[in-house]
């Protein structure tokens, strides 16, 4: 393509597909307060935001013979409400987000539910041949619409549904001649979008593309689903390969898919247990998606919804916290709002999020910055640079502890007086430094989140080096005391 074009074709980004870019909220995992929404809402807005992709999971209030999915922090109807209200002072569309085939767990986990599994001992995926299926489908879908109004979108789900084929009842299904995996799946989406655009014909169910994407053309075509859904193609990798995606569009275009949607991310995609944001890494996956889609029909182009995953699944733990991915979801944001990234948008970027140098290239610095939540970030990134190799410093390099205060010692409650002070203070500094520091980093998240979500996130994230460092304080202790 000439350079001349792509400059074009960059410039009109905003006027093409990408004029719709949905903010994804995986409420999976630390699902924030309502007045930590209605605080960063307005930014989000700011950003270039023109939606919200909300993923609830089992922070929705289900209720009736649907109550066992509610977490235990899920948000009540009125908070539900409450934050729709609120997107809907920005201008912000909100696209739900219901599972309903595959990242089953929070539904097939429970044993009201487990026999509708595909396989017998894994709660991810649906049977997709019992009738009761599809009643527990419809009901969460029925449940979650009732708190919404004026949907355009609704999505769906089915990605990564693994296993599936290989319950008792698909396997049987299989042997009958012309049946395939590829059909079963075809089939279990249709009835589920059919169902949808039958209930509420005004609103177009999106699914991930992932189980779509190697089927045939024929069987595509053949399946009715393109004239159901809208396919969101998702890839979050830094070098995506943008030609293949072309080709991608092109064959659900030629398969009767009107039109599709892309999938970005912004966190939540470079590692399970990542604390902190690789800005560089998703803004180049941004880059890429912005050279897909000025290398696409634009009216095929619905928009994107750049993701930001909290947990891989149900069952992992939490990777970045939403306030942590803020700076790289405004980055984000702004390249594709500007078709592109430039010292320009990174100034504009800066001045909104209130930051004097945002990093791209190395993790953020502990920079302060102004934007709700951008506290967390500074003291998550003091934690996550430098706790455990403060830490570990002291316990296994510094030579008076590892000499004359190894296990063998502590266990008899043995010390050297004289080597004593050698390290002593330095335990005693280090361990109220760190203290201070998580005292305030617990103040910060109590704005945000539940107990719940910092609760394991310090247990997963500060308190196996905290624990470590009180200990040797507290032996060293029963050491002098038993000294004297």
């Given at each position: 393509?000439?350079?001349?074009?792509?400059?074009?074709?960059?410039?009109?980004?905003?006027?093409?597909?990408?004029?719709?870019?949905?903010?994804?909220?995986?409420?999976?995992?630390?699902?924030?307060?309502?007045?930590?929404?209605?605080?960063?809402?307005?930014?989000?807005?700011?950003?270039?935001?023109?939606?919200?992709?909300?993923?609830?999971?089992?922070?929705?209030?289900?209720?009736?013979?649907?109550?066992?999915?509610?977490?235990?922090?899920?948000?009540?109807p009125e908070?539900i409400r409450?934050?729709?209200?609120?997107?809907?002072?920005?201008?912000?569309?909100?696209?739900?987000?219901?599972?309903?085939?595959?990242?089953?767990?929070?539904?097939?986990?429970?044993?009201e539910?487990?026999?509708l599994?595909?396989?017998?001992?894994?709660?991810?995926?649906?049977n997709?041949?019992?009738?009761?299926?599809?009643?527990?489908?419809?009901?969460?879908?029925?449940?979650?619409?009732?708190?919404?109004?004026?949907?355009?979108?609704?999505?769906?789900?089915?990605?990564?549904?693994?296993?599936?084929?290989?319950?008792?009842?698909?396997?049987?299904?299989?042997?009958?001649?012309?049946?395939?995996?590829?059909?079963?799946?075809?089939?279990?989406?249709?009835?589920?979008?059919?169902?949808l655009?039958?209930?509420?014909?005004?609103?177009?169910?999106?699914?991930?593309?992932?189980?779509?994407?190697?089927?045939?053309?024929?069987?595509?075509?053949?399946?009715?689903?393109?004239?159901?859904?809208?396919?969101?193609?998702?890839?979050?990798?830094?070098?995506?390969?943008?030609?293949?995606?072309?080709?991608?569009?092109?064959?659900?275009?030629?398969?009767?898919?009107?039109?599709?949607?892309?999938?970005?991310?912004?966190?939540?995609?470079?590692?399970?247990?990542?604390?902190?944001?690789?800005?560089?890494?998703?803004?180049?996956?941004?880059?890429?998606?912005?050279?897909?889609?000025?290398?696409?029909?634009?009216?095929?182009?619905?928009?994107?919804?750049?993701?930001?995953?909290?947990?891989?699944?149900?069952?992992?733990?939490?990777?970045?916290?939403?306030?942590?991915?803020?700076?790289?979801?405004?980055?984000?944001?702004?390249?594709?709002?500007?078709?592109?990234?430039?010292?320009?948008?990174?100034?504009?970027?800066?001045?909104?999020?209130?930051?004097?140098?945002?990093?791209?290239d190395?993790?953020?610095?502990?920079?302060?910055?102004?934007?709700?939540?951008?506290?967390?970030?500074?003291?998550?990134?003091?934690v996550?640079?430098?706790?455990?190799?403060?830490?570990?410093?002291?316990?296994?390099?510094?030579?008076?502890?590892?000499?004359?205060?190894?296990?063998?010692?502590?266990?008899?409650?043995?010390?050297?007086?004289?080597?004593?002070?050698?390290?002593?203070?330095?335990?005693?500094?280090?361990?109220?430094?760190?203290?201070?520091?998580?005292?305030?980093?617990?103040?910060?998240?109590?704005?945000?989140?539940?107990?719940?979500?910092?609760?394991?996130?310090?247990?997963?994230?500060?308190?196996?080096?905290?624990?470590?460092?009180?200990?040797?304080?507290?032996?060293?202790?029963?050491?002098?005391?038993?000294?004297?």
């Amino acid at each position: 393509m000439p350079a001349a074009l792509v400059r074009w074709a960059a410039a009109g980004m905003e006027a093409s597909g990408l004029r719709r870019r949905l903010v994804h909220l995986d409420l999976k995992g630390a699902p924030p307060r309502v007045s930590y929404v209605a605080e960063v809402l307005p930014l989000l807005r700011a950003l270039g935001a023109t939606g919200l992709l909300l993923e609830y999971e089992d922070a929705f209030p289900y209720a009736g013979a649907l109550g066992p999915l509610r977490a235990q922090h899920a948000y009540s109807p009125e908070e539900i409400r409450a934050i729709l209200r609120l997107a809907k002072a920005q201008g912000l569309d909100v696209v739900p987000l219901v599972q309903t085939f595959g990242h089953m767990e929070f539904v097939l986990k429970h044993k009201e539910f487990s026999h509708l599994r595909e396989v017998k001992t894994f709660p991810n995926a649906l049977n997709p041949h019992k009738e009761e299926s599809r009643a527990l489908v419809k009901a969460m879908i029925d449940h979650v619409m009732a708190l919404h109004e004026d949907l355009k979108w609704f999505h769906i789900g089915c990605d990564e549904v693994y296993y599936l084929g290989e319950g008792e009842e698909s396997k049987q299904w299989l042997q009958q001649q012309e049946n395939t995996p590829e059909k079963l799946c075809l089939s279990h989406i249709k009835a589920v979008a059919s169902c949808l655009a039958s209930s509420y014909p005004t609103v177009t169910p999106i699914v991930w593309d992932d189980m779509l994407r190697g089927i045939s053309e024929e069987a595509l075509s053949e399946s009715g689903v393109p004239q159901l859904v809208e396919p969101m193609i998702w890839d979050y990798a830094a070098d995506l390969d943008v030609e293949s995606k072309v080709l991608l569009i092109e064959k659900y275009r030629r398969c009767g898919f009107s039109k599709v949607w892309f999938a970005s991310a912004f966190k939540g995609a470079t590692g399970v247990n990542q604390s902190l944001t690789l800005i560089g890494h998703h803004l180049k996956n941004h880059l890429q998606w912005l050279k897909v889609a000025s290398n696409s029909p634009a009216d095929v182009l619905q928009g994107i919804a750049l993701t930001g995953w909290q947990r891989y699944d149900h069952f992992s733990v939490l990777c970045e916290l939403f306030p942590v991915g803020i700076p790289s979801l405004a980055i984000c944001l702004q390249a594709l709002q500007n078709g592109g990234y430039s010292e320009k948008v990174k100034e504009n970027v800066e001045k909104l999020l209130g930051m004097s140098n945002l990093e791209t290239d190395t993790f953020m610095s502990t920079s302060l910055g102004t934007f709700p939540g951008s506290n967390i970030l500074t003291l998550v990134t003091q934690v996550s640079f430098y706790l455990r190799s403060s830490v570990d410093e002291l316990l296994e390099r510094n030579r008076y502890v590892t000499g004359w205060f190894s296990p063998y010692h502590r266990k008899r409650k043995m010390v050297h007086p004289i080597i004593m002070h050698h390290f002593q203070p330095d335990a005693i500094s280090l361990l109220s430094k760190w203290n201070a520091v998580v005292q305030d980093l617990q103040a910060a998240m109590e704005q945000v989140f539940h107990k719940c979500t910092i609760d394991e996130w310090m247990e997963e994230n500060v308190h196996p080096s905290l624990q470590k460092l009180q200990q040797v304080v507290d032996d060293l202790d029963k050491a002098i005391k038993a000294q004297n």
